[in-house]
């Protein structure tokens, strides 16, 4: 069974860091793209970054561009969302996610194709 599970949110000032992190077991996390999406109050689920396979191809969402970096390391099975330059419109659950597939280099930034997601975690921004 896999399992994704995310850590790192919490209560932040606008312009703080955070690091979410979201541990993947019980799959063979190197044949996973992943991503991370975010649900605000009262809005639709959006996605806020993708990164392949390999960890070489990204994507970012517009509006964190310049704030906000994704990573992986295959050996310790684990993502990374490095979250800078916090705005209050960045509050939301932030959700991991993973998607089965044999391009190494394709990201995909579309939910329907995760195979698996997590419980989420809250990140919540002050002005």
């Known amino acids: 069974q896999v399992q994704l599970v995310e850590s790192g949110g919490g209560l932040v000032q606008a312009g703080d860091s955070l690091r979410l992190s979201c541990a993947v077991s019980?799959?063979?996390?190197?044949?996973?793209?992943m991503a991370w999406f975010r649900r605000a109050p009262g809005k639709q689920r959006e996605v806020v970054v993708a990164?392949?396979?390999?960890?070489?191809?990204?994507y970012y969402a517009d509006f964190v561009k310049g704030r906000f970096i994704i990573s992986r390391d295959n050996a310790k099975t684990t993502v990374y969302l490095q979250m800078n330059s916090l705005k209050p419109e960045d509050t939301a659950v932030y959700y991991c996610?993973?998607?089965?597939?044999?391009?190494?280099?394709?990201?995909?930034?579309?939910?329907?194709?995760?195979?698996?997601w997590g419980q989420g975690t809250q990140v919540t921004v002050s002005s």
């Open positions: 019980g799959g063979t996390f190197n044949t996973y793209a």
């Open positions: 990164i392949s396979r390999s960890g070489e191809s990204t």
């Open positions: 996610a993973a998607q089965r597939t044999v391009y190494i280099g394709n990201y995909y930034p579309n939910a329907q194709g995760y195979d698996y």
